[in-house]
């Protein structure tokens, strides 16, 4: 079993910064794809960022630019660096693992999720 806890959301000024992390724990394989999905206020869960486990990355095209995914492979940690935030980022942001338990068989776990809050 995979436990995903995230942590760093809160309130901020248009602007502003948020640096969201997200610690995985347990069977965890060399082989995976991490990323950052999010929720906003009556819409549906979009998918923001992700980075394999060679560090390979991509990102939703509203916050090239802006966001920054990135790894520590031999913590199993992934963590967001969200610069020039704008109210449009307010979401509940989920962190996501994904990973091969056998040939076929696929492995998919997400984290509890962190509030973000931006205000105008």
């Known amino acids: 079993q995979v436990q995903l806890v995230e942590s760093g959301g809160g309130l901020v000024q248009a602007g502003g910064s948020l640096r969201l992390s997200c610690e995985a724990s347990g069977t965890i394989f060399i082989s995976n794809l991490m990323g950052w999905y999010r929720q906003p206020p009556g819409k549906q869960r979009e998918l923001v960022a992700t980075?394999?486990?060679?560090?390979?990355?991509n990102y939703l095209d509203s916050v090239k630019g802006r966001f920054t995914i990135s790894r520590d492979r031999a913590k199993n940690t992934v963590t967001l660096q969200m610069n020039s935030l704008k109210p449009e980022d307010t979401a509940i942001y989920y962190c996501n693992l994904n990973q091969r338990a056998s040939t076929y068989q696929y492995q998919h776990y997400w984290g509890q999720g962190t509030q973000v809050t931006v205000s105008s």
């Open positions: 980075i394999t486990s060679g560090g390979s990355t």
